[in-house]
């Protein structure tokens, strides 16, 4: 995975489908008005991409690169990158199936069908549900997604980090990056490369990267916590993590209390409505985790906001 | 008030305050992604200035244009007015008294003291809390400010359209404006002039200038609704009557129903949190009430995002 693959990536949408993904703000502020000293930051409100999350590029990049099944797309998962696959296969007219297990709130499932996707109930969990959507898809032949361990995801979750350095017109000096299975973090090192430095955010209850790093190659790790809706993945993926090992040298854990406070600090103060896993950025500069320099130019990706807004009352 | 006025107030706030005032983003995208045929909308995001909502710049304007008495500034209003002042009086260190009537809700005064005003509490109506604010003011001889109808508000609220000229590189063909006391539209009008066609929105429920024009001159109507809240004021401002006569062909009225279901999809598709009368624009675009031709640049300005999230749910 590299800049040309995420070049060649942007391309396919572009011509595939562009008017499907948005060019989301990039907004340039002083830190002060986020509470931190010094530093500029450059908000990237991709919460507000279609779908509520940055996933819509790697699913839409995934579809587009191969040929269609009649049978469509499938995929399991009850959360963002369910949403992404089941809005990029109503987008270009193709049958999606989701899988999510039992234990799924309903409100998802309602969103998935509104989407046009038909949601498969079954399993008691997420692993259950992916080993059910396997047998299905061996079964139809459908184009499978997987929420960050494919290339094609990857590389189309690097396009943020090429419209960012677009839309700054400079390289940013830090990306402060949010990390589940690293589809997101896979992407933005492959484009920055060690032009940015890119560092990675964990929550303590979801410490996939972390817990690779200590072990010196991915291991499964229980998840929890308040960001385990979208970071609960139970390890890091493949490309992600040979992508970090070439190109991260930080990576950094945030306590719930400070994921929280970050989270309601953006809708209180900026009426920036996101998820958790949007939060951790923030969450590093305000708590002092990662200290900026008075001239440091550092990205914070507000990566998604599909969550209950009256948690944010 | 006219174009000259208001570049001498944004040149005021970037001398006086600047970095109290945020740049807000305008995002510019196809009509189609908001679900409208053709045009080209540009959103200025402008729910997340400062205290939430466009008032900050004609308020810090205000209170920068005279000289500050001991006695800090005085306002009556438990709405936008009332937080903006407080934030702008916090921000320059100044004393700030707040006047809100009895009905006003915890939340609100809350809100204002955790700026730093004094909240007093008073009158059944806004009416009495506005005499009351104003009895006051006598006595301290603190600085008035006015929700609306004040030069230095109304030349505040037209640096949001300079600002939108600025960063769209042109001059937009429409600009889409929620009317309540006018102030808002008063200063988008003095910018633009008859270089854009400026179209007043108002709630069925709160009508100020369209029951001006139908009256030939301002009048008090009843006012009520989804929006009532921050597009409650009982009459249009005398600013605001002479620059719309002057510049505005076109004054609208929208249902609540349609403002609600504007401001719904705004979140459900957009992620953006705002308040009613943020949707008014989208509004008219979504039920035909204006329509746009195909090469149509138009502007919709979401003014404000003070609200409980939970409505969104």
Redesign the interface.
Known sequence: MNRFEIESASARIDAGLG?FI?Q??L?K??G??LGVNGAEVWLK?E??Q?G?SFKARGMLNRLLAHPMPASGVIVASGGNAGIATAAAARALGVACEVFVPEVSPEAKRARLRDLGARVVVTGASYAEAFAACLARQRETGALLTHAYDQPEVVAGAGTLAREIEAQGRAVPDTVLVSVGGGGLIGGIAAWFEQRARVVALEPEGAPTLYRAREAGHPVDVTVGGIAADSLGARRIGDIAWGLTQQHVKDALLLSDDAIGAAQHWL?KE????VEPAAALGLAALQTGAYRARADEKVVLILCG?NM???R??
Do not use: I, Q, Y
């Open positions: 008017s948005r989301t703000p907004w502020l002083p002060g008005v409100l919460h507000l279609v509520g809708w900026m009426k920036l409505a906001a209950d807004p009256s944010l009352a």
